[in-house]
């Protein structure tokens, strides 16, 4: 049974470009939910997308934006790359009535430049 | 406004040492679950824990131990008799509400178990 799967593993990214990550939930989960982690920092909840659809929002900007395709997986996009972008994106993967089990991504190192 | 505060930035045990892991955290719902994580160097997030807020008894599993008091919102977390392998960095985190969509963790605790 394969765990959430996030790709690419690291990225390197020069300010103002246009990121793009992957993540794909464990079997059987239909919920996703993004965190950035900056160095030294705990997580910090960006967003979840159940049913496709954006459930709940953090206090990030519309740079951050996201999309759930309709096998689960998801992606996040962040446009206008800044250096504070710099961080671990980590996904996280839920049921939907067991959304407090989050089972957590390896995670992609997103280093801007 | 939910918050998680973990006062210890960083914590050096020699092995074998017990180490106590402090989590205080701020919620103004009635119902709310407390968690802890494990991340080691690779970056991948461990469960490890978690505690429903109507739930306040004391849980022990192998050498790990956790001390949910509500008087006092804390959910501290001890490992007994440490081991080079407890070395990582651990997250408290705190969930509201019912459908759980927002996770708010910790700054984290730095655990480094010296052989």
């Known amino acids: 049974d394969a765990g959430v799967t996030q790709s690419p593993t690291h990225l390197i990214k020069t300010r103002g470009q246009q990121v793009t990550l992957r993540c794909s939930p464990k079997?059987?989960?239909?919920?996703v939910s993004w965190y950035q982690q900056a160095l030294g920092q705990g997580p910090q909840f960006i967003f979840q997308y159940y049913e496709e659809e954006e459930r709940q929002r953090g206090n990030f900007p519309d740079r951050f934006s996201g999309h759930q395709f309709p096998n689960y997986s998801s992606e996040l996009n962040v446009n206008a790359l800044l250096l504070g972008d710099s961080a671990l994106y980590l996904c996280a993967s839920s049921a939907r009535d067991r959304a407090r089990e989050q089972y957590f991504g390896p995670g992609t190192r997103l280093t801007v430049t | 406004a939910q918050k998680v505060t973990q006062a210890q930035t960083e914590i050096s045990v020699v092995e074998k040492e017990d180490v106590t892991l402090d989590c205080v955290y701020e919620?103004?719902?009635?119902?709310?679950?407390l968690f802890w994580y494990k991340q080691p160097p690779s970056g991948e997030l461990v469960f490890l824990i978690r505690r429903n807020s109507f739930d306040e008894q004391n849980e022990i599993s192998g050498r790990y131990s956790w001390n949910f008091q509500k008087s006092t919102s804390s959910f501290n977390f001890t490992i007994t008799a440490s081991q080079v392998v407890d070395s990582a960095v651990y997250f408290c985190a705190l969930s509201e509400g019912n459908y759980g969509q927002n996770f708010v963790f910790g700054p984290g605790t730095r655990l480094s178990v010296l052989p």
């Open positions: 919620t103004r719902d009635t119902t709310y679950y």
């Open positions: 079997s059987g989960h239909d919920t």
